[in-house]
């Protein structure tokens, strides 16, 4: 597989992203067939951008400190530790509930997430092909997405967990 779809982190100041963004704000490019993006619905497509384009939040209240991206979704983490998802759902990667055969275009919060981890912050991010990690501020791993291989690490092999679950080490 090549890199179909690309993303980067741009440095700014508290107040200073431009469009009301604050901090740091995050560009993407590429393919943007299952919403990767971040951008919002033309003419009922999802589309495609062959510049650095921002990823358009609805609300964003914080900086973006890590981006991460798997098969069709990304997921980014901000300096107050919350966990924003898009992109492709099928299978339950962007950590909340949205219609299986639908693909997220615009980033939201990984609300449950955000009640689960330790002190309410998540540290960083990894994504899979179609699941997806935390590690919050006390070191514990949470995971969601396709499971169906064992990839969660939560010791059920399920189709698909869209709820992040805590992982256990032994």
């Known amino acids: 597989d090549s890199l179909r779809s690309a993303m980067v982190i741009q440095a700014g100041s508290k107040g200073g992203g431009g469009k009301g963004v604050p901090g740091a704000i995050c560009f993407a490019w590429g393919a ?7 951008q919002p619905v033309v003419n009922g ?26 098969n069709g979704h990304v997921s980014c983490v901000t300096d ?14 962007l950590g909340y509930i949205i219609e299986r055969s639908n693909n997220q275009p615009t980033p939201m919060i990984v609300d ?3 009640k689960q981890a330790k002190g309410g912050v998540v540290k960083t991010i990894a994504c899979g092909q179609s699941h997806s990690l935390a590690i919050d501020v006390e070191g514990t791993m ?7 291989n064992g990839q969660l690490g939560t010791s059920r092999n399920v189709p698909y967990e869209p709820i992040p679950k805590m992982v256990s080490f032994k």
Not at 47 to 69: C, H, M, Q
Not at 80 to 93: K, L, P
Not at 142 to 148: M, T
């Open 112 to 114: 449950t997430l955000v």
């Open 32 to 38: 943007g067939s299952n919403g990767q993006l971040g």
């Open 80 to 93: 107050a530790g919350e966990v924003y998802g898009w992109g492709d759902g099928r299978s339950g990667q």
């Open 142 to 148: 949470h995971a969601w997405g396709a499971g169906k």
């Open 45 to 70: 497509q999802l589309r495609s951008v062959n510049t650095p384009t921002v990823v358009k939040f609805d609300k964003l209240e914080n900086s973006i400190v890590r981006v991460a991206s798997g």
